[in-house]
Structure formats: C-alpha cells, structure tokens
C-alpha cells in the first residue's frame, strides 16, 4: 500500500516506513523537516526502476548486491557487495532535476540517500577504493566508519572533501557485537559558526543475525532543549529507521554477539556544508580515556581495495 501520511514518532520500524516501490521511504514531509531524505529499494533478478530527483540531490548506495545506473546520458556500473558486513561499496551521485533508471540483473537492495539542494552537480561514480575508512574511539567504544560523503570535520582530517555534494552528508558505521557508538551523545541542532551545524539526520540500521537468531541493537536520543524535544529509547532490529531532528543522540548499542550497522544521513538548512557537533558535557570525559586503550582487535570488519584503515580526529564522535 502507498502512503504519504507522517510518521507517528521517530523511531520507525521495518515496514513502517514502505512506500510503493521502497521498502524504505523517508522524505521531508512524512519526517516532519525541510532536507534529509532516504530510501531503500529492492530489485528482484532482472528488476528495474525509475527515479526522478526532484529538487534533491542522491546517491545510489548497494547495501546487497550490484547494479546498473543510468543518468546524464552515461552508464555507471556498481559492482556494489555481498552485505554491508562483507567489504566498502562503490556508489553513484545523482544531481538534482534529473532522471536515472536503477536495474540490477542478479537483484539486491540499494539504499538511495538524499538532500534537497540549490546547486546542480554533474552525476559521476564514487569508487570503494576511494572511499575513507577510519577506526574511531578505542576500547568497548571502537566503532568503524565508512566516510563515503563525509562532510569536512573540524580542524581537518583524511575524511574531509571525499566526495563532494550540495547539502547530502552521508557515512555508514559498524559497531562489533558488545560495542558502545555514536559516543559521547551529541548534537548538531543549533546554527553556531565555528561550533556547530543545524543537520537533520536519519539512522538506518541493520543487525548481523548471529547462530540462526536476528539481531538486536538500541539507540538513545535524548532532548537537548531546542527544536521538538526528541526522545528515544528504542530497540533496534534490521529495516529499522531513527529520525533525528534535534537532541542528543548516543549510544548506539550493538547487542553482544551481534555486530551493527547503521547508515547516517544528513542534511541541513545552512550554507556551509559542515558537520560540526556538541558533546553532551556529561560524557564528553570518556574521551580522555580512549588514548590508555587498545582499538578492538575485530576492526576494521573490512578494509576498502587497497587501502588501510585511517586513525579518526579526537573530536569525531561517530
């Protein structure tokens, strides 16, 4: 059944969010904001499907499998990957007010960022090789993050500039079984130069199911004081999305045996295309004891081709 209604609350679950021809179908309007869209879209063998853009910018990510994308007149072919436990993917940017036609001969699912934009990009392919993978935190807060359509952090980094894009920031995360991320809670709801960016932002998870059982995992986003008053405790299954437009957001808790994945996707109303962050004061501490620890000696899960895994800045919660 196609719906457009707004969703009840902010965690929405496997299902909940379908629409049409997406399984995942997250857009301005029925989260309640003004730019960070998502959706995911699964092909049977053969399949196919036409996207117009709209007056937002994309990019086709393979979560499963590997496709076909046609736009501009050219023909980007993703290799893509098995899962997104199974190695870095390849993807395509797709400007906004343009048409692409997705089709995928052995079928997979392939997530669809997104972010209303002013600036019309050309449409070209992103390689896995070029994209930046980094360990971040260290102990029971390692965590591994794919920066795909990392924003600049502040003071620099590898991350910074990897793709370029209008408004769209976009990275995926892997968080071994046990393992505490997006810590310390932070937010990124006010507009202050220099300190902080105003970006909505969507979390899509997936579990690894661990001797025949599904995966769980919970995420906590926590008022801040501005904007809608978030507030969520949820626990989290495969297909599940947190909307996040406002409030302190962490932990991101991966059940014991069972490793996470979340997608972030990201986009806000300011001009600078930045993601700059607050760490909740009563936890920003853990840090100082990150540097008397070992990184977690299961990451990184994977390594991008022909690329080692980069060290994250200090102030990069991810």
Known sequence: MTTTDPFPGFHVQAGQAADGPYVVDITPERAGWGYSSLRVLELPPGGSHSLATGDSEWI???????????????????????SVFSGVSDFVYLPRDSHAQIASGAGGRFALTGARCERRLPARYGPASAVPVELRGSGNCSRQVNNFAAAAPAGGGKSGGSFECDKLIAVEVLTPGGNWSSYPPHKHDQCRPGEESELEEIYYFEIAEAHGNEGIGYQRVSPSGHGRGTDVLAEVRSGDTVLIPDGWHGPSIAAPGHDMY?????????????????????????????????????????????QAPDSAPAGDPR
């Open 60 to 82: 086709v990510l393979p979560l499963s499998g590997g496709c076909t994308v046609i736009a501009e007149g050219e023909a980007f072919e993703l290799h893509g990957r098995e």
């Open 262 to 306: 979340y997608l972030n996707v990201m986009a806000g109303p300011e001009e600078e295309r930045a993601w700059l962050i607050c760490d909740h004061p009563d936890h920003a501490w853990i840090r100082s004891t990150w540097p008397d620890q070992s990184v977690d000696p299961r990451l990184p899960l994977y390594q991008a081709p022909d």
